[in-house]
């Protein structure tokens, strides 16, 4: 077993999801008051659409996408040379940047992200004061998780450690591709409260999940001890290979040719559930209250799974340089090699095939929406995102306008994801039979997308019916029980 081959296959597993990465996101909070876009019942299963029928088509009816990170954006890493028209590093001497501000933007622990979506149908009708949804849908979260201390290790080397712990624990690769099955239904109750829950079936497709029990690095003015108690769990169309030892010793790639990868991601392996739950409030004439809980679920994963174990303890006393021969490369080479062997053989990776759960990333949603008039209201909303054991919050304003009929704006200011300049726009053209709708969190990205650290954007068209608001001889109840 080699340390930089697993490295590889680690990378190569990465690079196998991030290539899947054309399918799924999490919502973007500006849809949420959109109730004209029949989407925005994904974040509130309580929210029932204005349209009396809607329906999704395969791909166009919605794509999503969002990446980012929480800490740093372009500025942060690509500076403008002082004396030419050139650009350069933060690192590099020239840019006079002070390394301590660079990690004052960390939290201890820190992430990159990208979440992609694609409706491939869903469709929705109402029934008296009840609203029923459906959705099968293709969705895929990946992520990096990395510690505040990872970072001052690479800028600063140990000095920052001596007689201390960097705590690297919290390091992780992260990636879920699989496919929902969910069956949406709501209940207005009285005139001013109306509840909804979504029922999920999911299959996954393929996943990679990392998890430290412990990582880190100890450093004294003479020695270097580093340990590691790492599993990592996959579940991927690739067999695990295995020395004479017992120890993992990569992936076989060669079944990769045989593959038949529609026929692959039309299988209903690694079963899951989930469940979406939500209120909708009006405690006076103009104020709206709401709550939702989102993507409460997991998937076990029992399909071409493979356990992967790190476990050691290394430590590096130094190098007595008196015994080099300084005019000698091979001595050097030598004693590299001598170095990383006792590196290998200090950490051992075992593989099994047990199966594992993983959980879904978990999203609360509280909002609340004042209507200035039938035409105008202002809303607030905060999204508290449960990822990766990691709290992340995002709080947002929005002012959504319908100046006329067969037109609905949105104007968005959000902070999310360590960044104070997220202004999004969300635009709706048409109702029936046809919407076109386009939602961005990040518009502003295009103004100054070198201070941005995340985009998040939505498009798509449906079909709908009874969108039509109806007046008050049509609101009679016997005639509340048709669609249209």
């Known amino acids: 077993m080699r340390i930089h081959k697993n490295i590889y296959i680690t990378g190569l597993l990465v690079l196998n ?11 973007s909070q500006t849809l949420y008051y959109m109730n004209r876009v029949p989407q925005s019942t994904f974040m509130n299963p309580a929210i029932q659409p204005t349209c009396n ?25 690509v500076k403008k040379h002082p004396t030419n028209d050139s650009l350069i590093l933060f690192l590099n001497p020239d840019a006079n940047y002070d390394k301590g501000d660079f990690i004052d933007k960390l939290d201890n622990n820190n992430y990159f992200f990208e979440n992609l979506q694609t409706d491939l149908l869903t469709f929705g009708f109402r029934v008296k004061k009840w609203y029923f949804t459906f959705n099968l849908s293709e969705k895929l979260d990946v992520s990096f998780n990395y510690p505040k201390d990872l970072m001052v290790l690479a800028l600063y080397g140990n000095e920052k450690f001596f007689n201390e712990t960097a705590d690297f624990s919290t390091l992780g ?9 969910g069956l949406g239904v709501s209940k207005q109750i009285g005139n001013n409260l109306t509840i909804g829950i979504r029922g999920k079936v999911l299959f996954g497709h393929v996943a990679e999940v990392m998890g430290n029990n412990s990582m880190g690095m100890y450093s004294s003015r003479d020695s270097i001890y ?27 790639e060669t079944g990769l040719d045989s593959i038949d990868y529609i026929d692959y991601a039309m299988q209903h392996n690694n079963m899951g559930f989930g469940v979406d739950f939500g209120i909708y409030y009006k405690p006076v004439k103009k104020l709206a209250l709401s709550f939702s809980v989102v993507d409460l679920g997991y998937i076990k994963w029992d399909t071409d799974v493979t356990n992967l174990a790190l476990n050691g303890e290394f430590t590096f006393k130094g190098v007595d340089l008196g015994e080099l021969n300084t005019n000698d490369s091979a001595s050097f080479n030598s004693l590299f090699e001598e170095i990383l062997d006792s590196l290998e053989n200090s950490f051992k990776v075992t593989n099994q095939a047990t199966s594992f759960t993983t959980s879904l990333s978990t999203k609360i949603y509280v909002g609340a929406s004042w209507l200035v008039s039938k035409k105008f209201d202002l809303s607030f909303l905060y999204r508290g995102y449960y990822f990766n054991d990691h709290l992340s919050s995002a709080y947002t304003f929005s002012a959504n306008a319908r100046p006329i009929r067969g037109l609905s704006t949105t104007i968005s200011y959000s902070i999310m994801n360590g960044s104070y300049n997220n202004i999004g726009i969300g635009l709706v053209l048409g109702g029936a039979p046809l919407q076109i709708y ?21 498009v798509g068209l449906n079909i709908a019916f009874g969108c039509r608001e109806k007046t008050k001889a049509q609101d009679k109840p016997l005639l509340r029980s048709t669609f249209f």
């Open 17 to 27: 999801l991030c290539l899947l990465t054309n399918l799924q996101a999490q919502d």
């Open 53 to 77: 029928f809607f329906l999704g088509l395969p791909v166009v009816s919605s794509v999503q996408m969002g990446v980012g990170n929480n800490a740093y954006s372009l500025s942060d890493i």
């Open 173 to 181: 690769v992260n990636g879920i591709f699989w496919r929902e099955y």
């Open 438 to 458: 386009v939602i961005a969190d990040n518009a502003s990205a295009a103004l100054w997308g070198h201070q941005t650290t995340s985009l998040n954007f939505r």
């Open 226 to 252: 580093i340990h590691a108690n790492t599993i990592i769990n996959t579940s991927v169309p690739l067999d695990a290979k295995t020395t004479a030892e017992g120890e993992f010793d990569g992936f076989d």
